[in-house]
């Protein structure tokens, strides 16, 4: 099973990777520069060895036995802890970008070099989580986009960003959505007595229904985490469901930010 099938030798460390992104920008006739995301932005993983014989061998074997599927790569040493130091680990579902090529350096010495690029929409071992210290970037509520009906923008001081989209949540249906590439997200809102339900969707995939409802208003935090995504170019969706926690005196819901892992 390629998911549990570990790449078996340790690279030289650093790993130098390169950002293969899938931004795409169109120029107008007016000179206004258009962006947007056509594919999942992946890297390609840049391995070199020092091997023996025997792990030239191993190398060999594992080239022939995957150079048409994908396996895991795990990097031990990502990135590091900025509390601790302790090392921060990360996987990946990789495949080989083209063959390894070796020199011998000297007897019983071999230099290798491999390229393993992201493999999009397979399964990964073990998905990455900001909470364990892998990165993620926001999506403001300017980065995404209305589907239907009326959000309305304005400033809002316990929001992510300082600002918000709200929809009055008074007829099912009306959509807002941010489009990104990535793996998983986590979806940020302020909470507070007035304030509604929405339906949560990673489109087309309904996940569930997420209630902003608090006793107290609350500053923006996450409600609602889904990890498990695997690398792709995903649509999350909220939509008004004209519902509200019995204790809530308001059923309006807002859109405001969306954490993005990578």
């Given at each position: 099973m390629p998911v549990t099938d570990i790449f078996p030798l340790t690279p030289m460390y650093p790993i130098e990777r390169q950002a293969l992104t899938g931004l795409v920008q169109d120029e107008a006739e007016s000179g206004r520069v258009h962006s947007r995301l056509k594919r999942a932005p992946r890297r390609l993983h840049h391995l070199a060895?020092?091997?023996?014989?025997?792990?030239?061998?191993?190398?060999?074997?594992?080239?022939?036995?995957?150079?048409?599927?994908?396996?895991?790569?795990?990097?031990?040493?990502?990135?590091?802890?900025?509390?601790?130091?302790?090392?921060?680990?990360?996987?990946?579902?990789?495949r080989f970008s083209s063959a390894p090529t070796y020199r011998l350096k000297r007897f019983n010495l071999w230099e290798a070099d491999?390229?393993?690029?992201?493999?999009?929409?397979?399964?990964?071992?073990?998905?990455?989580?900001?909470?364990?210290?892998?990165?993620?970037?926001?999506?403001?509520?300017?980065?995404?986009?209305?589907?239907?009906?009326?959000?309305?923008?304005?400033?809002?001081?316990?929001?992510?960003?300082?600002?918000?989209k709200s929809n009055a949540n008074t007829v099912y249906g009306n959509e807002f959505a941010w489009v990104y590439g990535g793996h998983g997200f986590r979806l940020w809102s302020r909470t507070g007595p007035n304030l509604g339900m929405l339906e949560l969707y990673l489109s087309p995939t309904l996940l569930g229904v997420v209630d902003l409802y608090a006793a107290a208003a609350t500053a923006a935090k996450v409600v609602y985490t889904k990890l498990d995504v695997p690398l792709g170019l995903h649509r999350v969706v909220l939509l008004s469901r004209n519902e509200k926690n019995a204790s809530s005196s308001g059923l309006t819901i807002v859109a405001d930010a969306l954490e993005v892992i990578g």
């Open positions: 060895f020092q091997l023996t014989p025997d792990q030239k061998q191993i190398l060999e074997r594992w080239y022939d036995a995957f150079q048409t599927s994908w396996f895991t790569l795990l990097d031990p040493v990502f990135g590091k802890d900025p509390s601790t130091g302790a090392a921060i680990e990360r996987y990946f579902s990789v491999c390229v393993l690029a992201d493999v999009v929409g397979v399964a990964l071992l073990q998905y990455p989580d900001p909470d364990a210290g892998h990165l993620s970037t926001f999506q403001e509520e300017s980065d995404g986009f209305v589907g239907s009906g009326t959000w309305s923008q304005a400033s809002e001081a316990t929001a992510h960003g300082g600002a918000e």
